[in-house]
């Protein structure tokens, strides 16, 4: 089973799913593939890229992919090139994965710092208003700076690292912004937040639209609603991986998931 990082390119979520799994296959974290920001791949070129690295793992198929939050968008694109190569696709998991419409092009600099706020969701609600509202008009330096003047990020770290982190996250959103999802021969569990959401800022991927009244979160326009099999997890989009008892049933569920096939689930 091949995890594929999350739209910030983090698989550290993988390693606390995967160990409360029940399930009696390999689990892989896959990294991003290295990319320039200056002259960014395509979506579909990333995962060309990422399935240099599956190949040398699992030189056939059939293949078993997870993704969380807009990562999962990526783990479509490596089935499709999957696909295309004439392998077989057994399992795909997605973990609140949306699948946002087209919408207006929005500014790097609007995407990082959105990112940024997104980083910030534990701070009270006082400074988090405060970095919210200097957002709209500052820089992504300035807006890391104030937030470490206010003490929301710890005065010695590295805000280069940082930078250069959102940097990534935020061409990643843009491969996102132009990639048009086909209609692909593949079945898809979702596994959707059903709490309610407790997010202050707002996503990138949600900015460009967002379909979170239908759990099937957007698939259903691209899919047919028989190929796609929607199972609630507590918790909000955060919770569900970050406290450990939401966590523990989306192991169970997803683990459930891999046993049984598809069309055997009522």
């Known amino acids: 089973l091949f995890f594929v990082p999350t739209g910030s390119g983090d698989c550290s979520y993988a390693v606390k799913l995967g160990s409360e799994m029940d399930i009696d296959c390999p689990v892989y974290a896959l990294p991003w593939p290295d990319f320039n920001e200056l002259c960014p791949p395509t979506l579909e070129e990333m995962a060309a890229r990422a399935l240099l690295r599956i190949k040398d793992i699992q030189p056939s198929g059939p293949y078993r992919f997870a993704g969380y939050s ?102 990643f959103q843009r491969m996102l912004n132009v990639y048009e999802a086909p209609s692909l021969p593949v079945e898809i569990h979702q596994f959707y937040a059903n709490g309610p959401c407790r997010r202050r800022a707002k996503p990138p991927e949600q900015s460009i639209g967002s379909d979170r009244s239908s759990p099937f979160l957007g698939w259903q326009r691209i899919l047919s609603v028989q190929a796609i099999r929607a199972l609630p997890i507590p918790g909000d989009h955060e919770t569900m991986m970050s406290a450990s008892e939401n966590r523990q049933v989306l192991a169970q569920r997803l683990s459930t998931a891999l046993r049984v096939p598809f069309e055997n689930r009522g």
């Open 70 to 171: 807009s990562g999962g968008i990526l783990a479509y694109a490596i089935a499709q090139h999957l696909l295309r190569l004439g392998e077989a696709i057994s399992f795909m998991a997605f973990i609140d994965v949306e699948l946002p419409e087209n919408g207006p092009t929005i500014s790097p600099t609007k995407i990082i710092n959105e990112l940024v706020l997104v980083g910030l969701e534990s701070l009270d609600d006082e400074r988090f208003a405060e970095l919210e509202r200097f957002a709209e008009q500052s820089s992504t330096v300035q807006l890391l700076e104030k937030a470490q003047e206010i003490g929301a990020i710890p005065s010695g770290r590295d805000l280069h690292a940082d930078i250069s982190r959102y940097e990534k996250a935020a061409t």
